[in-house]
């Protein structure tokens, strides 16, 4: 699938939603947020902010409110994608012939923008360098690359433990051998390991 540089051609490669994309757009366009594409998708932002995201799945179409744990919810429309992992985000999925009420899906984004205004907002986690558990392959390819070493700590914390726990996870030897192969090139180049999704 092409990356996508407009909403208009976030909106053209998705056909199949394409006319309930632009009506939940319509929406969020009337308001001060401000439109842009983000992560390959349309997300919309306050002062720099995100506030809410727009997309399209393989069996609905969605809004994703950033910090929707603080929305009050009383028609009880969202849910959290990702239980257990996910602190604040949350979405408003509509189904394939789901009818979209638009009087409601604005309530909700108004709430949004106001939160985000007085300044309802789930802050990322800080990640000490010194909280971090390199796992032994890391270790042992720094003793032998002291240029992967230097640039696996000019990183920030942050995608210093994604890198960590990505070799962690993995429970065999032949995974996290594949799983070095694919990252030791990016942290020469300096880049986090979920880069490209952002």
């Known amino acids: ?8 051609e976030y909106i053209e490669i998705h056909p199949k939603y394409a006319e309930r994309l632009n009506e939940l757009r319509q929406i969020l366009i009337n308001t001060e947020l401000e439109e842009n594409i983000k992560w390959n998708a349309p997300v919309y932002s306050l002062d720099g902010k995100n506030v809410i995201g727009l997309g399209a799945f393989k069996n609905h179409i969605g809004l994703w409110f950033f910090n929707g744990i603080f ?8 849910v959290n994608a990702q239980d257990g992992k996910t602190k604040a985000l949350r979405q408003m999925r509509f189904e394939d012939h789901e009818e979209i009420d638009a009087h409601i899906v604005s309530s909700y984004v108004k709430e949004a923008i106001e939160n985000q205004r007085n300044g309802k907002v789930i802050a990322p986690k800080k990640t000490k360098k010194s909280e971090i558990e390199i796992p032994a392959e890391l270790t042992s390819s720094f003793l032998a690359n002291d240029e992967l070493k230097k640039s696996f700590d000019f990183l920030s914390a942050y ?3 994604e890198y960590a726990e990505y070799i962690s996870r993995a429970k065999r030897e032949e995974t996290r051998q594949s799983r070095m192969l694919k990252i030791v090139p990016m942290i020469l180049q300096g880049i986090g390991l979920n880069d490209k999704y952002k």
């Open 71 to 78: 929305l009050n919810d009383e028609k009880n429309v969202l």
């Open 1 to 8: 699938m092409n990356k996508p540089n407009t909403i208009e």
């Open 159 to 161: 995608k210093q433990k």
